[in-house]
């Protein structure tokens, strides 16, 4: 049996980081669900830049909007929502199937909102009233401006992919801003079923410390703090807190473990993959990842709801000088400026397209 079905056996959800207009149509996208396990989807502006860039797809689209006089991000917004409610529409089995636990795809706000609360909490609502479909998440990063707009999307009825966290500290930020918005909407009468992930980058730690620690401590910081924060998690979902809102009919929020490709050409292709397998938390990853995983038929271990051994493995980096408080919040700054620059990107792909297409008549 494919490692791949038996992470979905062990009741995590495999996602793919990745979409392309190609992937819809070829039915690869298809092919992944009906054959590799993959039960959701992600997407953020580096995935899209490199589909437009790299595929002619998307071209007489472009040529279009351009024509009706859109503008470089209201034809991304369209070119994206035309993918994401395809895709959606693929999932949307899955997501009847599992009682709107899994089957779900992601759309991310634009990140120069990611500190303007009130902009990215009317671009949420506007992108998911557009999109039309209950099985999409709308990306929302989780720093001190996005918590207030996290929770007032979940109020609306917004549903949440929590973006952006590094640390135990952020996730439980970001659980608290996602349960202030479920208790509301069951004080205010309404239905409390939101659906909503929070988003945990691992991978990113361990390229942070590359080369400042000892070869013994390689590639184990992310885990590390991965396992942290799972049993932060586990804690949580076991809480009084969450426990009455659950009586009230409320979906709870899982983890989902981001940034899981493999940065270090010496490791496994799966590390990640393998080192984070969890009941109850999604995993989403690049396709090249996802095939590679696809190839093993076995898995190494189970994640420890107790954390394991991650805080002597984390008082050892510490005794090498690593500040994890510090360094979470350096990460999380360099990935919302991570997400600027792409999201440039994007829209200078855009120009440069259309300004060809234009110019080939």
Same mark, same amino acid.
């Given at each position: 049996?494919?490692?791949? =079905?038996?992470?979905?056996?062990? @009741? ?13 149509? +070829? ?25 437009? %860039? ?10 279009? %909007?351009? #024509? ?6 209201? $034809? ?9 409610? =395809? ?23 634009? /990140? ?28 929302? &990063?989780?720093? %001190? ?13 917004? /549903?949440?992919?929590?973006? $952006? ?33 929070? +988003? ?64 270090? &050409? ?7 993959? #393998? ?10 990853? &690049? ?19 107790? @954390? ?19 360094? @979470?919040?350096?990460?999380?700054? =360099? @990935?919302?400026? +991570?997400?600027?620059? +792409? ?19």
């Amino acid at each position: 049996m494919k490692a791949t =079905q038996l992470l979905n056996n062990l @009741g995590q959800s495999l996602w793919l980081d990745n979409i392309t207009r190609d992937l819809l149509t +070829s039915g690869t996208l298809k092919h992944y669900i009906d054959d590799l396990s993959v039960t959701g989807l992600t997407s953020n502006p580096t995935i899209f830049e490199n589909a437009i %860039k790299n595929s002619t797809a998307y071209d007489a689209s472009i040529r279009q %909007k351009l #024509k009706e006089g859109k503008s470089a991000e209201e $034809l991304f917004f369209e070119l994206a929502l035309e993918d994401l409610t =395809q895709a959606a529409d693929l999932f949307r089995p899955i997501y009847d199937r599992t009682n709107g636990v899994d089957g779900w795809v992601s759309l991310e706000v634009s /990140p120069l909102l990611a500190y303007d609360t009130k902009r990215t909490l009317a671009a949420a609502k506007e992108l998911y009233a557009r999109a039309g479909r209950p099985n999409l998440f709308i990306k929302i &990063p989780g720093t %001190k401006e996005g918590l207030p707009a996290i929770e007032e999307a979940i109020f609306a009825g917004v /549903p949440v992919n929590v973006t $952006l966290l590094f640390s135990r500290e952020h996730y439980l930020a970001a659980a608290d801003a996602f349960l202030r918005g479920i208790e509301r909407r069951i004080e205010a009468g309404l239905k409390p079923g939101v659906g909503s992930v929070a +988003s945990v980058f691992v991978s990113r730690w361990d390229g942070a410390v590359m080369g400042k620690v000892t070869d013994a401590l390689r590639n184990r910081l992310g885990i590390a703090i991965a396992a942290r924060t799972y049993k932060a998690a586990r804690s949580l979902l076991s809480s009084p807190r969450w426990q009455r809102v659950y009586s009230s009919g409320a979906w709870p929020q899982r983890l989902l473990w981001a940034s899981t490709g493999t940065k270090d &050409p010496l490791a496994s292709d799966v590390l990640y993959i #393998k080192a984070l397998a969890a009941p109850f938390t999604v995993n989403t990853m &690049p396709e090249g990842t996802l095939k590679a995983l696809a190839k093993h038929s076995k898995l190494d271990s189970i994640m420890a709801a107790d @954390g394991g051994d991650c805080e002597e493995v984390l008082a050892q980096f510490a005794a090498e000088g690593v500040d994890v408080d510090a360094l @979470g919040a350096q990460l999380q700054e =360099q @990935g919302a400026k +991570s997400f600027v620059n +792409s999201w440039n990107g994007l829209m200078a792909v855009i120009a440069s397209k259309g300004a060809a297409l234009a110019k080939a008549g």
